[in-house]
């Protein structure tokens, strides 16, 4: 089906360990972000991608990292997990024409949980 | 810097109530704003945006905004609340340039429409 998908839907790991979020779009959009969501705090931008092999820092990029090998991929990896990091993870993409405002399209969500 | 605020953590109205949903923002430069709403255990849906032209914008399943540059605001509006209307709003601002990728969302507002 065409869309935006994330696996897993749900995710418990133990501090320390890595874990790696994926996130696979159809539209072949060339920006993708990645988002955290926490109470209190909305969601705010991890890491964003212009294009293939094209990434930048968002609002609270530490203790993660991204690639972008394919437009159509955008892994999210935690390299040693930590507590703080769980929350409701995000994964939108939208297309480009210039700095055309195009809306985001938001994929189902992550619920990580680090023990 | 970017904002947006969402004054109010919850609001609640009864059905065929109107509603308003707040929010304001700072950016520098002409704002692109947008609405979301996001329904429990779901991804984001977009419901409008606003980018120039008629200060009232009408998005999906009757809702509106109203854009007002002097107050900075930009409102979530709808003449007649639905139950099914209950979920959680987002509003989100980005510049017309310079971080042109970049979204930053508001914390959210919970409504609640009882009968």
């Known amino acids: 089906d065409a869309g935006i998908t994330q696996s897993p839907r749900y995710k418990i790991t133990e501090t320390g360990r890595q874990v790696t979020l994926m996130c696979h779009q159809t539209?072949?959009?060339?920006?993708m972000f990645w988002y955290r969501q926490d109470l209190g705090h909305g969601l705010r931008l991890i890491y964003y991608?212009?294009?293939?092999?094209?990434?930048d820092k968002g609002e609270v990029p530490d203790g993660y990292v991204v690639s972008r090998s394919k437009t159509e991929n955008f892994p999210l990896t935690l390299e040693s997990a930590t507590r703080s990091q769980t929350s409701v993870y995000f994964c939108?993409?939208?297309?480009?024409?210039?700095?055309?405002?195009?809306?985001?399209?938001f994929g189902p969500g992550t619920r990580l949980t680090v023990t | 810097a970017q904002s947006v605020a969402q004054p109010e953590d919850q609001v609640n109205v009864a059905e065929g109530n109107p509603l308003t949903v707040k929010c304001t923002y700072s950016v520098s430069g002409n704002p692109y704003l947008f609405w979301y709403v996001q329904y429990p255990n779901r991804g984001l849906q977009f419901l409008l945006k606003?980018?120039?032209?008629?200060?009232l914008v009408k998005g999906s399943y009757g809702f509106e905004a109203e854009f007002n540059k002097s107050q900075t605001s930009f409102h979530l509006k709808k003449p007649s609340a639905l139950v099914s209307d209950s979920a959680l709003y987002f509003c989100?601002?980005?510049?017309?340039?310079?971080?042109?990728?970049?979204?930053?969302f508001g914390t959210g507002t919970r409504l609640q429409v009882t009968l």
């Open positions: 989100a601002v980005r510049a017309d340039t310079g971080t042109a990728s970049k979204l930053t």
């Open positions: 939108a993409s939208r297309d480009r024409v210039g700095d055309s405002p195009y809306e985001q399209y």
């Open positions: 539209w072949s959009h060339s920006y």
């Open positions: 991608s212009a294009a293939a092999d094209i990434t």
């Open positions: 606003y980018i120039t032209g008629d200060n």
